[in-house]
């Protein structure tokens, strides 16, 4: 069997509030599944966050239904496992669901299992970190299955590993049952394979750009083969992604860069390139303007975000190097409250579960999950 692995496509994201920006993360997703018919799989694994919001808009549910009946008539399922992206905060459903006349199976603990020609799939949707013990109960449970299965066997998740996300995973590689032939994982934007199990581990990573951080990956899916004893997994580029540009430039050399990104964003092709300079410095709102308006028109969008000069270090719990974020966020909240810092850091805790749910970086969701409970309980921080 030939499938086809793809993830985080984020459809219906706006990104800087355009619609150009909405389209390319659409129209990437048909390439991919273009790609995919044109290699002839036989079925398209889809690892979470098929859309950026738990509520999309009926423009993007209707483009993606095309899609999906496009995959219908060649006789090709679409098998999905929700992301963190594609879940409501409190209960509800995933706006996947939806697609079930068109033969789109959804995984979910509830439903965690499907056979397609000889292969089992199996995966739940998304669980935050604090349902940990109901994800390894569930991983316990369809390992088990997959041991007494007699053909192959594919593990679908959209979780953060603790080898590639440090500070916010769920599980690490060793906690996942040994019994499948390929996992097919999502969530972490950058591609990723390794051995695991009997066979490979792979995240495809995003689509397109969904952060500025992601521009230097390369972007596109996995087909894998499951015919012979180990998977073999080829990568399938995608050519529409929108080109990003980064400078990393001084306050006072941001006009003279102007020349390079000009000359740069020529030889882009196609599609009008996103530009991004990170200042390291305060910016002069008026010397930007005039930048980008001689940008402008060559480029969708030109972007500055200001990088204060003393990144490094930070504040406490900013260096969140240990593994336990939420011992992290106790450590601080305890220095500067005391007491009740046990209960206010499980508060913080769940703020900035559902602050990274609702796709804040990292350090932006820690810092404002602290931020906003420091703020009920009145409790001021000590370099204030
Ligand atoms: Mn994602």
Not at 3 to 21: C, F, K, M, N, P
Not at 146 to 154: D, E, H, L, Y
Not at 272 to 301: I, M, N, Y
Not at 315 to 330: F, P
């Amino acid at each position: 069997m030939l499938i086809a692995h793809v993830s985080d496509t984020h459809l219906g994201y706006a990104q800087y509030g355009l619609e150009e920006r909405e389209n390319d993360f659409m129209s990437v997703f048909r390439e991919a599944v273009e790609k995919a018919l044109e290699e002839h799989v036989d079925v398209i694994v889809h690892s979470g966050d098929v859309f950026h919001s738990p509520r999309p808009r009926i423009k993007t549910l209707r483009e993606f239904r095309e899609v999906v009946r496009r995959l219908w008539e060649k006789g090709v399922p679409l098998v999905v496992v929700p992301g963190s992206h594609d879940m409501q905060r409190r209960r509800g459903v995933p706006p996947v669901m939806l697609f079930d006349d068109l033969g789109v199976r959804v995984l979910t603990t509830k439903n965690y299992k499907w056979e397609y020609n000889g292969v089992l799939f199996a995966g739940f949707q998304y669980l935050p970190r604090h349902r940990r013990q109901v994800i390894l109960e569930l991983l316990r449970k369809l390992g088990a299955i997959a041991s007494g299965f007699s053909g192959k066997t594919v593990l679908m998740l959209h979780q953060g590993l603790r080898r590639l996300l440090p500070t916010s995973y769920e599980l690490s590689i060793a906690e996942l049952p040994g019994d499948f032939h390929y996992y097919a994982f999502g969530h972490v934007h950058k591609p990723f394979k390794t051995s695991c199990g009997r066979g490979v581990l792979a995240y495809p990573g995003s689509t397109e750009n969904v952060d500025v951080t992601e521009i230097s990956y390369d972007k596109g899916f996995y087909l894998v083969d499951l015919s012979g004893d180990q998977p073999e997994l080829s990568r399938i580029k995608l050519e529409g992604v929108r080109p990003q540009l980064l400078y990393e430039v001084k306050p006072e050399e941001l006009s003279s860069t102007v020349r390079r990104v000009i000359a740069d964003v020529s030889k882009c092709g196609g599609l009008k390139p996103v530009v991004h300079f990170r200042v390291l410095g305060d910016v002069d709102r008026r010397e930007f303007e005039k930048v980008s308006s001689r940008l402008r028109g060559l480029c969708l969008k030109v972007r500055v975000e200001v990088k204060p000069p003393l990144e490094e270090g930070g504040e406490g719990y900013e260096v969140v190097e240990t593994l336990d974020l939420k011992t992290a966020i106790e450590s601080y909240l305890r220095a500067v409250m005391g007491r009740d810092a046990d209960r206010l850091a499980s508060m913080a805790y769940d703020l900035f579960l559902i602050l990274s749910s609702e796709g804040y970086s990292e350090r932006e969701a820690i810092a404002r999950a602290v931020k906003e409970v420091e703020g009920l309980y009145g409790v001021r921080s000590s370099e204030d």
